[in-house]
């Protein structure tokens, strides 16, 4: 049965196509939330409250049933020597917890449980009462009295002042021994003490941070655990990027048991990452800190960049990068900074050098994507490389020749339309001229179909619309892709989906990127093959452009080469095995190692970039100039309303 595309055929495919975005950007959204979701607490307790922070809420301490004893009955030990003890501060918080110390004062719960019972409850077999912490937090443990005025010790007790008494602006002083452990314990106090106050700033004498530098500073106390810390100086913190801030607002695990657990700082909670104009690539599997922290040394790890810190004086709070392309050669160089460029200088040093292909980076230092790229990549509004900047040229140049000599030649309004050429009117290869649409049709959708579904040329041949399909497609969704996830990182850039859409081995997208290149490769040597057949057959074939054709070829079979090199040279990295296609070049160029991959890989780039360049610059001269001028045309006449289908 003859395959028709009607108006109800174009509007299923619309609708199709409709269904495939929407699909795809529920995918997106639905990993967005997942990683969102990362992190969070299982429940809606504070941390502080959970038992391993350092700090005590004196609000919720002033509420419990302990709030009239000195912090020493319990912690006589602390009293006792200075802290903290270095053989217990990488330890869990319950190894701090002995039953002795709560018996002195609760000596009748062992009776009770010797009878069965626990709280005037019937003691349950699954519960381990000999570990009272935990149920019961003994810094926020309610008395009877709190409990039934209906107190909670969960939450912020600060709201629940009006149950006891009148609210008031401050708490009580509390004894000066207690006062004394509150001013690092206090979570208001103390974690004040943890780094400077807010009012600390660049420029004034450091007051802190006193917590911190109790182990972390240069003069640390024979409590600390010795040369294991990392030393600093507040004189040399103060001059570094975050000086001026509190220790714990990016440490935020630094101040619980186990103190040695704590995960990479994520400076994604107050940064947003650079787009791709500003750094030329996402860079979606390289931490921050490997860019940006000086006395680092980038590492590859399971395809990602991460760091690890030199030995020597902590310089990780330095932050000052060079300008330009300069900070680059830490990764993107064939040889250590300082042996380039003759000292160590801000770049980089022979200490923290991972070029040469060790972090899978090319050695050299390559552009952005340019605007010219947008067709098939996310790329950028820019337009930095040579070849770019002369096709970029060219093309402008010579469609503004074009247009000139178009508005030269129009009879714009004089007269009646005249019956134009066979040709004009979409006739061509022997096929029969199309018709008009129909009056009760809408211009504008008609023109979506003629444009986006190519309602045109499947009317005119079934089989060449067949075949251009699957250049034309291709095409538009990495246009769309691409133009997605530039627009989310400029607009958005603090949403996880753009950076996914950017991921250059994200699965999902890594996944549909080699299937609609094969699909592209599929059609160009399909229209070979086409183009060949009509010459063999036909008396008088019709002029096929073949440069056109080898160009396009050129660019899609680089992209794959380049796809399957970056692969191999970044480690096979964790979702690049979606991508098939380029992994399986990527298993072929293994065998040149990372060093040999990351000394060529540039050159292949800029291959890449000049057949693009070329093309793009070839496209006013030859026959894929209709990509311009069929929508311009079709957008005219439907504006003059003597749209043709």
Request: proline share 6%.
């Amino acid at each position: 049965m003859k395959l028709r595309m009607c108006k109800r055929g174009s509007t299923t495919a619309a609708l199709m196509f409709l269904a495939a975005c929407v699909l795809t950007a529920m995918t997106v959204m639905h990993a967005d939330a997942r990683a969102a979701q990362q992190g969070k607490p299982a429940d809606g307790m504070p941390a502080d409250r959970q038992g391993r922070s350092w700090f005590i809420d004196e609000t919720g301490f002033h509420a419990s049933a302990h709030a009239g004893m000195s912090c020493a009955d319990c912690h006589a030990e602390q009293a006792d020597h200075a802290h903290p003890g270095a053989d217990r501060l990488n330890k869990p918080a319950s190894t701090a917890f002995n039953r002795d110390t709560c018996l002195q004062c609760h000596g009748s719960v062992e009776d009770d449980l010797a009878k069965g019972t626990h709280g005037g409850k019937p003691v349950m077999k699954t519960q381990d009462y000999a570990n009272c912490v935990t149920c019961h937090n003994p810094h926020y443990v309610l008395g009877p009295e709190a409990r039934a005025r209906g107190l909670r010790p969960a939450g912020d007790m600060s709201s629940s002042c009006s149950v006891c008494h009148k609210a008031q602006t401050g708490l009580p002083k509390p004894a000066a021994d207690v006062a004394a452990c509150l001013t690092c314990h206090g979570l208001k106090t103390g974690r004040a003490m943890a780094a400077a106050p807010a009012t600390f700033s660049k420029g004034k004498q450091p007051q802190g941070p006193v917590m911190c530098l109790t182990c972390h500073g240069p003069d640390a106390s024979a409590a600390a655990p010795g040369t294991a810390a990392p030393r600093i100086s507040a004189e040399g913190l103060k001059s570094m990027t975050h000086g001026d801030m509190n220790c714990l607002t990016c440490h935020t695990d630094a101040a619980r048991y186990p103190h040695n657990r704590q995960e990479r700082v994520n400076c994604l909670t107050c940064h947003t990452r650079h787009d791709e104009k500003t750094i030329h690539d996402a860079h979606s599997n390289v931490s921050c800190g490997a860019c940006h922290l000086s006395g680092v040394t980038p590492v590859l790890n399971n395809g990602k960049v991460d760091f690890t810190v030199n030995a020597g004086p902590l310089n990780v709070h330095s932050m000052t990068l060079a300008s330009g392309t300069a900070s680059c050669v830490r990764c993107h160089s064939v040889a250590p900074a300082g042996g380039m460029a003759g000292g160590t200088g801000e770049g980089g040093s022979a200490s923290d050098f991972a070029g040469n292909g060790k972090v899978g980076a090319a050695n050299a230092i390559l552009p952005p994507k340019s605007v010219l790229c947008m067709g098939c990549h996310a790329a950028t509004l820019s337009v930095q490389d040579t070849p770019s900047q002369i096709g970029l040229g060219i093309f402008v140049l010579a469609f503004a020749g074009i247009g000139l000599f178009w508005l030269s030649c129009a009879n714009l309004g004089d007269g009646s339309p005249q019956k134009g050429h066979a040709a004009a009117a979409g006739q061509s290869h022997g096929c029969p001229a199309p018709r008009h649409h129909a009056a009760s049709e809408c211009r504008w959708a008609a023109l979506c179909c003629d444009v986006f579904l190519q309602r045109r040329l499947y009317r005119e041949s079934p089989m060449r619309w067949a075949v251009h399909a699957l250049i034309f497609f291709p095409f538009l969704f990495r246009f769309v892709w691409g133009l997605l996830g530039l627009s989310g990182s400029l607009l958005s850039p603090a949403s996880q989906w753009p950076w996914l859409l950017l991921d250059k081995n994200w699965g999902f997208g890594a996944m549909l990127f080699d299937i609609s290149g094969l699909a592209l490769l599929l059609g160009l040597l399909l229209a070979a093959a086409l183009w060949r057949r009509e010459k063999s057959v036909a008396a008088n074939p019709p002029r096929h452009d073949w440069a056109a054709l080898y160009l396009l070829l050129g660019i899609t079979l680089t992209g794959f080469v380049l796809e399957g090199m970056r692969i191999a040279l970044a480690g096979m990295p964790e979702g690049s095995g979606y991508a098939f296609a380029g992994y399986a070049l990527a298993q072929a160029f293994a065998p040149l190692g990372q060093a040999g991959l990351a000394r060529i890989y540039g050159w292949g780039w800029y291959a890449h970039a000049a057949l693009t360049a070329l093309t793009v610059a070839y496209i006013p001269f030859s026959q894929l100039r209709h990509m311009v001028t069929a929508p311009l045309f079709l957008l005219v006449q439907t504006l003059r309303g003597r749209h043709q289908a």
